[in-house]
């Protein structure tokens, strides 16, 4: 299966800006969608970013919208979540996620990164 490593988390004040990234080991899934998501402790696990293959659609949450960027590399293995004008309500483990074939079917995001933990300040 394909693996999924997270990085870029971190602690940062409010107002603040942290890029995510996530690279795959392999290529199997580099056609299908890519997507973020986060929990925090007590909380349900929330779908906040996905992108198409191509990187033509996109889904923000509105959670997000306006703050939140997803883009992708596929020559890289790579998907990336440019995080600006983070709030204190943004702390959460992030996690990436694939194997969708269409962004917003969030029930068939099947590989999953170990996640990576931010934390916003006030």
């Known amino acids: 299966q394909v693996q999924l490593v997270e990085s870029g988390g971190g602690l940062v004040q409010a107002g603040g800006s942290l890029r995510l990234s996530c690279t795959q080991s392999?290529?199997?899934?580099?056609?299908?969608?890519m997507g973020w998501f986060r929990q925090a402790p007590g909380k349900e696990r929330e779908f906040i970013a996905g992108?198409?293959?191509?990187?033509?659609?996109?889904y923000y949450a509105d959670s997000v919208k306006g703050r939140f960027t997803i883009s992708r590399d596929n020559a890289k293995n790579a998907v990336y979540l440019q995080m600006n004008s983070l709030k204190p309500e943004d702390t959460a483990v992030y996690y990436c996620?694939?194997?969708?074939?269409?962004?917003?079917?969030?029930?068939?995001?099947?590989?999953w990164g170990q996640g990576t933990q931010v934390t916003v300040s006030s």
């Open positions: 392999k290529r199997t899934f580099s056609s299908y969608a």
């Open positions: 992108i198409s293959w191509c990187g033509a659609s996109t």
């Open positions: 996620a694939t194997g969708a074939q269409v962004v917003t079917r969030t029930l068939d995001y099947d590989q």
